[in-house]
């Protein structure tokens, strides 16, 4: 069975530019969740997915912005990028968004 | 919102000897996961143990729901098990909160 899939795995962008991060979740799961992990900050949640509706968000600026397709594949996008948005983010996926989360690799950002 | 604190935040082992790393999270909680993140960043699970005991080969781990508080036991520690750890706490949002993790060396 595969795993969480996220796309890229690497980019660096520049200041003021947008970035659209991809994620298809393990066959059969409806949740995707995203997270942030900055070596300042550690691990924050930025929101939560469920049969292409929003059901949860974290503490982040309206610059961040997701969305659920009718495959329970996940895009996030960042617009108008900031040195502080550099992290890796990190795609989760579960049955129901309770119980078990399993992650992908994640995609590094980079930010110039 | 919940906190969770995890310690200790750094240990340094020589290969076979045993280790202990806990978390205490603030408030009653409905999940709770350990994780291993590796060196390119991927989260591995652990464990799914919101009560009780599990054991998978080296690593087992405890968390009593009641006191608040969870507990991962690695043994006969191996250089592969170098890495961070940590525990994330579920509280009924469908997001879960991240201690800041331990950092383990694992030395030959």
């Known amino acids: 069975k595969a795993g969480v899939t996220q796309t890229p795995r690497y980019l660096i962008k520049t200041r003021g530019q947008q970035v659209t991060l991809s994620c298809s979740p393990i066959s059969g799961h409806r949740s995707v969740s995203w997270y942030q992990q900055t070596p300042g900050q550690g691990l924050q949640f930025l929101f939560e997915y469920f049969s292409e509706t929003q059901r949860n968000k974290g503490n982040f600026p309206g610059r961040f912005s997701g969305r659920q397709f009718s495959n329970s594949r996940s895009e996030m996008n960042v617009s108008t990028l900031e040195l502080g948005d550099s992290a890796l983010y990190l795609c989760?996926?579960?049955?129901?968004?309770?119980?078990?989360?399993?992650f992908g690799e994640g995609s590094r950002l980079t930010v110039l | 919102g919940i906190q969770v604190e995890q310690s200790p935040p750094d240990l340094i082992l020589q290969e076979g000897a045993n280790s202990t790393l806990r978390c205490n999270f603030s408030d009653s909680v409905n999940n709770l996961q350990w994780f291993h993140q590796n060196p390119w960043g991927q989260l591995i699970n652990l464990f799914y143990?919101?009560?009780g005991t599990k054991q998978n080969g080296r690593l087992s781990a405890t968390t009593v729901a009641t006191e608040r508080y969870s507990l991962l036991y690695i043994s006969s520690s191996q250089t592969t098990d170098s890495g961070v750890y940590f525990c994330a706490v579920e509280r009924g949002r469908r997001a879960l909160t991240f201690g800041s993790g331990t950092r383990l060396q694992v030395q030959p």
């Open positions: 143990i919101p009560s």
């Open positions: 989760a996926s579960s049955w129901e968004g309770t119980g078990e989360l399993f």
